[in-house]
Structures are given as C-alpha cells and as structure tokens.
C-alpha cells in the first residue's frame, strides 16, 4: 500500500516539475517553486507512513533505499543545477565548454569520493541493508555513512546518500548533455539528422507522443525532463510546439476519446500491418495505404 501511494506521489511531483519549468524561465523561481513542491511531497508521504506505519523491516528497507530517495534526489538536484546555472561565466562558447568540463570533473569527483557506496548502489548490493536503511541503526563502521537529515523518524544512514546519487547522476547527465550541444565552438558533434524531416501532422500528436516517451522512461533510463524530449523533437522534426504542457492538459480532459488517440491509432496500424503480413499477402512490405484527413479526425 505504502509502495503504492508512494509512486504516485513521485509521477504527481514529477509532472508538478515539468509544468513549474514549462511555464517559467527565471531560474530562481523555478528553485523555489520546485523546493516547494518537493517539500509538500515529503510531508505528505511522512503523513501517509504515520497513518500506515511499516510492516515488516523489509518493507521499511524498501522505502528508504528506492522510494524516498527518489523524491530527495530532486531537492538536491535542483539545488545544485540552480548553483550551475546561475554561475556560467560571461564570455565566448570556449569558456562557457570549459566551465561544463570543470562542473562535470566536480560532479565525478564526487562519485570517485564514496567508491564502495557507489559500487553497492550500481550493483543493487543488499548486504548492508540492515545498516544503512534501518530507522534507529548505529554502527561505528567506515562503511555506514553518518545522514545529514535531522529528522530521526523520516531518514537513515544510506537513504540520504541514494538520493544523493541518485541526483548528481542526474546532474552529470545533464553535463554531459550540454558538451554535447552543436553550440559554436562547443562541440564538433553533428546535428541530429542530415537532412531535416518536418513534422506535418497535427501538433497535439508530437506532444502526445513526448509524454509517452517520457512517463515510460524511454530516454536516458527516465532521467531527461519533459521539456528536453519536446526539444528534441522540436529540432528532429522542424517544428515549434506551442505550450506543450496545456496542450498535455488539453490532452487530459479529453472525455468521450482516449486520452491516447494517437498513439491507439499508430498501435492499430502496426496492427494491422503484422495481421497482413501473417497472411502472407504479396504486398508485403509496401506502406499502408495513407487514412485521409477527414477520417483521422473521425478517430
């Protein structure tokens, strides 16, 4: 039940974000509006474990090493991306590349710091468990790191130091990323595609399928924001998308259709196309003959 209400907090809070950085720009703001959101979450989620107190110590082991460090994570990561990008130096692209490789070499450092927790993080290790994600545990091994948090009843030794990993992974693939950006003398790295491609269906479609990429954590194991696969797209297919996120919420209120029109129609295609294809018919291969506009609408 907890793991439960726990999940759908985080994709509440995760959409929550999406919106704050679809509809502001200034940095600030957003750092503040998101703090907030993430506070707001973690007090719901230490209210709902009061009304329903852990089971077993298994479970509570569970909560502390993947679902709370996923909400910490994004306070951490935001603070330290509000750090970055509120620190670029003024100058050419060849400073602005220099400082991203300084904050990258920072961001691993830090992993090279804690090599034996990092190591039991990425191998999903489970012989401390008992020690770092247990509520009242003292040890006075090196391995279990003391927990910053003050609050005794809502933190372990391990739960903060996940989520603190959890967010600098973030941060440098959000580093890496930025190398990676055709930006004068930033990267010799080619665009996208060589010949560009436009995006001539309607635009509710493309939005439609940039959520779908991103709540099935498609990209970068789910760690890119809904506003970069919107980018993405954006420069994959020519196009502007105007305000992504009320179109999603447009998208939302749909009430006698599937709130996944587009991505049923694409499903029925492909559909159809295996169903043709197991019937050995001699146009295999060919495209599918194009549904007319007025039909589409009808869908």
């Known amino acids: 039940m907890l793991r439960k209400f726990s999940e759908k907090l985080l994709a509440q809070l995760v959409n929550e974000i999406a919106k704050i950085k ?18 707001t979450a973690l007090k719901t ?7 329903h107190p852990f089971k077993d ?9 993947h679902l709370k460090p ?14 970055i990008v509120t620190s670029i130096p003024a100058g050419d692209a060849e400073i602005i590349r220099n400082f991203y490789k300084d904050e990258l070499q920072a961001v691993k450092r830090f992993f090279r710091q ?24 003292s040890s006075e091994s090196a391995l279990v790191p003391e927990t910053p948090e003050p609050d005794p009843e ?32 930033w990267s010799t790295q080619p665009t996208l595609v060589k010949t560009k491609v436009k995006w001539t269906g309607e635009q509710v479609n493309l939005v439609e399928l940039a959520y779908g990429l991103y709540y099935t954590g498609q990209l970068d194991s789910g760690n890119v924001e809904v506003k970069d696969i919107v980018a993405l797209l954006e420069e994959v297919f020519s ?18 259709l599937s709130p996944t029109k587009f991505l049923d129609r694409m499903r029925n295609a492909i559909r159809q196309r295996v169903d043709e294809d197991l019937e050995y018919k001699p146009n295999r291969g060919i495209k599918l003959k194009k549904q007319p506009k007025d039909a589409e609408n009808r869908d």
Do not use: W
């Open 22 to 39: 679809a509809d502001e720009t200034d940095a600030f703001k957003i750092l503040s509006a998101v703090l907030k959101a993430v506070r």
């Open 45 to 51: 989620l230490k209210d709902e474990l009061r009304k």
């Open 57 to 65: 110590e298994a479970e509570q082991i569970y909560f502390f090493k």
């Open 70 to 83: 996923l909400f910490e994570c994004r306070r951490i990561y935001e603070l330290e991306l509000y750090n």
């Open 114 to 137: 804690i090599p034996f927790h990092y190591g039991y993080y990425r191998l999903k290790a489970t012989d401390l468990d008992g020690l770092l994600f247990v509520l009242g545990v």
């Open 154 to 185: 809502f933190a372990t030794s391990g739960s903060y130091l996940f989520a603190k990993i959890g967010a600098f992974e973030m941060l440098r693939d959000y580093l890496v990323d930025k190398l990676k950006e055709p930006n004068g003398q």
């Open 239 to 256: 196009i502007k998308l105007k305000s992504a996120y009320h179109t999603f919420g447009n998208i939302r209120r749909r009430k006698m």
